[in-house]
């Protein structure tokens, strides 16, 4: 298994930006996607952006699309998501998860860093 540590979160105003980092070690070979998903207060985990480990295939939630990018360093083990255009309702806290060769779904998680975006 891979272990991911988020950072980057915080508290900034509507309009405002922020960059998340995930970092991963361990089985790092195995991991084929990285993805960032979130969950706000009340409502169920939701997907945000994923991205292949090669880079070639990247994808984003209608609701994020125009203001989210996600990249990865693969020499450093890391992917980021920066986020422009911050509203309110992007708060919540932001998991990063990988997803190993053979899996079918998101099998590793990070802890979670809190995104808030006062209006």
């Known amino acids: 298994q891979v272990q991911l540590v988020e950072s980057g979160g915080g508290l900034v105003q509507a309009g405002g930006s922020l960059r998340l980092s995930c970092a991963a070690s361990?089985?790092?070979?195995?991991?084929?996607?990285m993805g960032w998903f979130r969950q706000a207060p009340g409502k169920e985990r939701e997907f945000v952006a994923t991205i292949t480990w090669s880079g070639g295939v990247i994808n984003y939630a209608d609701s994020v699309k125009g203001r989210f990018t996600i990249s990865r360093d693969n020499a450093k083990n890391t992917v980021y998501l920066q986020m422009n255009s911050l509203k309110p309702e992007d708060t919540a806290v932001y998991y990063c998860?990988?997803?190993?060769?053979?899996?079918?779904?998101?099998?590793?998680w990070g802890q979670g860093t809190q995104v808030t975006v006062s209006s």
């Open positions: 361990g089985r790092t070979f195995s991991v084929v996607a």
């Open positions: 998860a990988a997803r190993h060769f053979g899996a079918s779904a998101y099998d590793g």
